[in-house]
């Protein structure tokens, strides 16, 4: 079986601040990991995602996250929080054998200017 | 491109009714998935399809069913609504049946159930 689960489901932080958004996974098998973006009244947009090779991942609008296997993490991090990041962040999680796609419950990130 | 497209945006029944939603796969994809993501809680598969069958399916009672046309597209159908139905339905794609390595999501079409 998998699973994510996220850690807080509101952050908060100041313009220019660090973005950390938690993730742990479960997974009997190797997972691939991912971490999406919904906007308000929007869908989702595929922000990184990890499936082989190198854990330290980088995404779009200055994303990254890294693979930690002994941790079981997939943390999602920005060093210069920017206002346009503010909205619903989603960690998830399957694998190359997976006959389904796990969504954590999501952490809303509100940025203060 | 015009992406994974779904329709209607929004739509409002009521309990008992029956609701077709449909979803148009982003161009050259051949996979279609179906999520509901109730209010402040995260995407839950529902079923993928895939060369016209249900591939895969998620933990959902027999009321959810779906359809996936020649073209691609595919539409899924709430029988018997249940206030509980009321939800985000999100339609993804993606290439070569079965990959979850990168899915392109709709806008989605919000359910509300009276």
């Known amino acids: 079986a998998q699973s994510v689960t996220q850690l807080g489901s509101h952050v908060s932080v100041s313009e220019g601040a660090l973005v950390l958004l938690r993730c742990n996974y479960s997974s009997s098998v190797p997972p691939y990991l991912f971490w999406y973006v919904q906007y308000p009244n929007q869908g989702l947009q595929l922000l990184l995602k990890y499936t082989t090779g190198a854990t330290l991942v980088k995404g779009i609008n200055g994303f990254e996250a890294e693979f930690k296997k002994s941790e079981t993490s997939f943390h999602l991090t920005k060093p210069s929080a920017h206002m346009s990041d503010a909205a619903e962040y989603f960690c998830a999680v399957t694998s190359n054998t997976g006959n389904q796609f796990y969504f954590g419950t999501g952490t809303s990130l509100t940025v203060i200017p | 491109d015009a992406g994974v497209t779904q329709s209607p945006t929004h739509l409002i029944k009521t309990r008992g009714q029956q609701v077709t939603l449909r979803c148009s796969p982003k161009s050259g994809h051949d996979t279609v998935s179906w999520y509901q993501q109730a209010l402040g809680q995260g995407p839950q598969f529902i079923f993928q399809?895939?060369?016209?069958?249900?591939?895969q399916r998620g933990n959902f009672p027999d009321r959810f069913s779906g359809h996936q046309f020649p073209n691609y597209s595919s539409e899924l159908n709430v029988n018997a609504l249940l206030l509980g139905d009321s939800a985000l339905y999100l339609c993804?794609?993606?290439?070569?049946?079965?990959?979850?390595?990168?899915?392109?999501f709709g806008p989605g079409t919000r359910l509300t159930v009276l």
């Open positions: 993804a794609s993606s290439l070569a049946g079965g990959n979850w390595d990168e899915q392109f």
């Open positions: 399809y895939y060369e016209e069958e249900e591939r």
